[in-house]
């Protein structure tokens, strides 16, 4: 796998993307009546922002979030409250040819390379749907453009003929990235891309998705658990804990200088080569839940080694603690 990409200045590109206090709350239903009574917060408040040829890395545990937030920056899923400015226009507002010329530009590659896709379909009718229905191509042409992507992300045209089953996880993973790239994208939602797949086929993967990123100047938003993998791909991490971003940073001071305990927890967890054992930094169990989160206070306040009584009072707010170094925490390191 290549060298991580921290060093590339993505403060020079304009932003593609601003996520701007972003809400998902599920209602919890209860009774005969199925009143209401209470919400799952999903996503609480969570706000960044993408560059041009920029990839940010979002990490965190499993129920955290990520995926709610990739597929609400996908437009696939209408928020409670906030906005996503793509090219400074909020997509929840968008409509007709507007909402298709999105869908053109922002393209998602989802966790489970079998399961998102048509297993009644050939490959090639895969990949070319979005090709004919936003008319890029005149039909004479679209096989060419099918042979050409599937070159591009290294597989043989040959297998245009076949079905998904016949394929192994790798390759289906390589089906998803043609499709998404099908229409020339700008931003790829990448939502735990390498996740289900052998430790070997993920480095070829990641090489592909960073050769793509290079050649079509693309822009990421990375999802994923594995922060081993988020070092080598993101130029900026965001990390988020029951539905909030508790520290966002660019991707060598993050990991040289973690200020939130939690991300200090995370990065303790990435398995390392080492001659002396030392302890992890959070012993305490996990309590909080996004179905049982409590309503004030910090919400690692009961996991947290380094917490006051203000964390349990007042939720922290993501605010700078060094040059472009954000950090949600009362007690920061």
């Known amino acids: 796998m290549r060298g991580h990409r921290a060093g590339v200045k993505t403060g020079i590109m304009p932003n593609l993307l601003e996520v701007k206090n972003l809400k998902k709350y ?57 906005e996503v400015l793509f090219d400074e226009e909020d997509i929840f507002d968008l409509r007709g040819k507007q909402l298709k010329s999105f869908r053109k530009n922002a393209q998602i590659v989802f966790q489970d390379p079998y399961s998102s896709l048509n297993p009644r379909q050939k490959i090639f009718n895969i990949v070319a749907e979005p090709i004919k229905i936003h008319g890029l191509y005149p039909a004479k042409e679209i096989k060419n453009r099918v042979e050409e992507l599937l070159k591009l ?14 394929l192994s996880g790798g390759q289906r993973q390589r089906i998803g990235l043609a499709r998404a790239l099908a229409l020339n994208p700008r931003l790829i939602v990448a939502d735990e891309p390498i996740s289900s797949l052998d430790i070997s086929i993920q480095a070829q993967i990641i090489n592909l998705m960073l050769d793509l990123q290079d050649k079509y100047s693309l822009s990421y938003l990375f999802i994923s658990h594995d922060l081993g993998i988020v070092k080598h791909v993101a130029h900026r991490v965001a990390v988020m804990y029951l539905g909030k971003i508790v520290e966002l940073a660019d991707t060598d001071t993050l990991y040289a200088k973690p200020l939130h305990p939690y991300t200090k927890m995370l990065l303790d967890s990435v398995p390392k080569i080492k001659t002396k054992v030392t302890p992890p930094t959070v012993e305490k169990p996990a309590t909080e839940t996004l179905a049982g989160r409590q309503n004030e206070g910090c919400a690692f306040y009961s996991r947290c080694p380094r917490s006051i009584s203000r964390c349990k009072e007042m939720d922290p707010l993501l605010e700078p603690k060094g040059e472009k170094h954000y950090a949600c925490c009362w007690n920061p390191e």
Do not use: M, W
């Open 26 to 82: 599920y209602p919890v239903e209860r009774g005969v009546f199925k009143e209401t009574a209470g919400y799952v917060k999903a996503l609480d408040g969570v706000s960044f922002t993408i560059g041009e040829k920029e990839t940010l890395g979002l990490v965190g545990e499993s129920g955290c979030g990520k995926t709610t937030c990739g597929r609400l920056v996908a437009n696939l899923l209408k928020p409670t409250s906030g």
């Open 153 to 166: 992300v290294g597989l043989s045209p040959e297998l245009a003929k076949g079905y998904p089953h016949q």
